[in-house]
């Protein structure tokens, strides 16, 4: 059962461009993660924002989180080729409860 | 990959054969997870453990099988009875369910002779 759905499927820019990636859920949320994969890797955790939160940054990344419009977009700012990566949203719905991932987005970061 | 240790990289089974994907964690998380990734299905939740001698059924748990004896160890069986087991299998840990932050070791890509 996937909460998470990511937004576009993929994604192509050039190097030093902004990539803006979304993902829309269904039911409410306690927490909502995001996750990077390199190709043909284990998946890495980028960030976390909390139900109560809007918005978060780390470095590069940027997240917010729309809970009335049951969203959240990753933004990542002057990409580099080495963002070149699938990229995952997660959700849980609170204490003891599993996370939930999406079927993630291709980008892909031209030199 | 975070400490979390996933072996062999690479695997292969025969028609009607049993197969132990190990995974091993030196994090001393109490959680650990097994998920599926089938290209363009994302991860899908095979067993998780809470805590030792404890595991739950995930999404797709049929034709797998799953022990925690150990808190660092969660291998995963894929039995004859899984009749697609060819796939990318991903195990990871959290410090629990509640905190669940995973960490996730580099995989298991699993093909059928």
């Known amino acids: 059962s996937q909460q998470g759905e990511e937004d576009p499927q993929a994604l192509s820019i050039q190097e030093g461009e902004n990539a803006t990636m979304n993902c829309s859920y269904k039911t409410s949320i306690n927490n909502l993660q995001w996750y990077r994969q390199n190709s043909g890797r284990g998946l890495v955790h980028l960030i976390l924002i909390r139900s109560n939160e809007r918005e978060k940054h780390s470095g590069r990344l940027r997240v917010t989180l729309d809970t009335s419009k049951k969203s959240s977009s990753l933004l990542i700012t002057a990409s580099r080729a080495a963002d070149t990566a699938s990229y995952f949203c997660a959700t849980d719905t609170g204490a003891n409860s599993k996370l939930t991932f999406g079927k993630g987005i291709t980008l892909s970061v031209r030199p | 990959d975070g400490g979390i240790t996933q072996s062999p990289k690479y695997l292969f089974r025969k028609e009607g054969q049993n197969v132990t994907l190990s995974c091993e964690q030196n994090?001393?998380?109490?959680?650990m997870y097994w998920y599926r990734q089938d290209p363009g299905q994302g991860l899908r939740l095979i067993y998780y453990?809470?805590?030792?001698?404890?595991?739950q059924k995930g999404d797709i748990a049929e034709g797998y099988s799953v022990s925690r004896e150990k808190k660092e160890s969660f291998p995963l069986t894929v039995t004859s009875a899984q009749k697609n087991p060819t796939a990318f299998y991903l195990c990871?840990?959290?410090?629990?369910?509640?905190?669940?932050?995973?960490?996730f070791g580099a995989g298991t890509r699993l093909s059928v002779l």
């Open positions: 453990s809470q805590i030792v001698n404890d595991f």
């Open positions: 990871a840990s959290s410090l629990g369910i509640a905190k669940n932050i995973q960490y």
């Open positions: 994090l001393n998380h109490d959680a």
